[in-house]
């Protein structure tokens, strides 16, 4: 589970997560909430917060063992900036080799639940800036010789073709990620081979997503237990 908030730690997007952890446990799942260094924090923003990100997901393999969980049942929720670093991490499989994010048999993540995110940096890098103060290039590093590309690692987009399984929703009164953006975005990998679906939620915002108080969460809980092979239990 990875918490949204602009990439930023100001926002305090972890405790927002924490009723969906809860009420996940509650039903049988084992929930790994990741912290990651924000463009807001030292070392954050690229590569930073992605190498968090991998960290994370390299420290649950050993924490699989250990707990005796299925790691072949894994599946990464991210919220608004973390749905975009859930579908990253679905495609590190692709990450070019001269890339710092490069990493040699990472976990597969095979099922994403994108809950308010996208995909894309390049056409969101304004509405970043209007919504959150920051520019794309915090997040994607700066050009340079070695690394003319910057979304090249850092987009999932361009990840894909990866083998993924996505389901995106959205609120359909969600004004920072609009229904209609993910339901492109999902077309988009579709076209490229991977599996997308989209799910709008009826009179829900960009928080009422990751609220498990929220009438959406009778939506939003299925979902993520069905990619868990639990079912959709009561």
Not at 25 to 46: C, F, I, L, N, Q
Not at 88 to 100: I, T, V
Not at 179 to 207: C, I, K, M, Q, W
Request: hydrophobic content about 45%; proline content about 7%; aromatic content about 6%.
């Amino acid at each position: 589970m990875i918490h949204g908030g602009c990439f930023t730690n100001r926002y305090q997007g972890m405790p927002q997560m924490r009723g969906m952890a809860s009420a996940l446990a509650a039903k049988g799942a084992a929930v790994w909430s990741v912290e990651y260094r924000g463009v807001d924090t030292p070392g954050g923003g690229y590569p930073g917060t992605f190498l968090d990100v991998r960290s994370a997901l390299d420290l649950l393999v050993g924490q699989a063992k250990a707990r005796r969980l299925d790691a072949g049942r894994l599946v990464v929720v991210g919220h608004s900036a973390g749905a975009a670093l859930a579908l990253w991490s679905a495609g590190r499989e692709r990450l070019p080799k001269s890339s710092p994010l490069y990493e040699v048999h990472p976990l597969p993540v095979h099922k994403v639940v994108a809950l308010g995110g996208s995909g894309d940096f390049r056409p969101i890098a304004a509405s970043l800036k209007a919504h959150c103060g920051i520019d794309i290039a915090q997040i994607t590093g700066a050009p340079a010789a070695d690394r003319p590309d910057v979304f090249a690692d850092t987009t999932p987009i361009e990840l894909t073709l990866n083998g993924s399984v996505t389901v995106f929703i959205n609120g359909d009164h969600d004004a920072i990620a609009v229904p209609e953006d993910s339901a492109d975005y999902a077309a988009r990998v579709r076209e490229r081979g991977d599996a997308a679906e989209t799910l709008v939620l009826p009179n829900a915002s960009h928080f009422d997503e990751v609220a498990a108080t929220s009438p959406s969460w009778s939506l939003v809980k299925p979902v993520i237990l069905k990619a868990l092979g639990l079912g959709s239990p009561r």
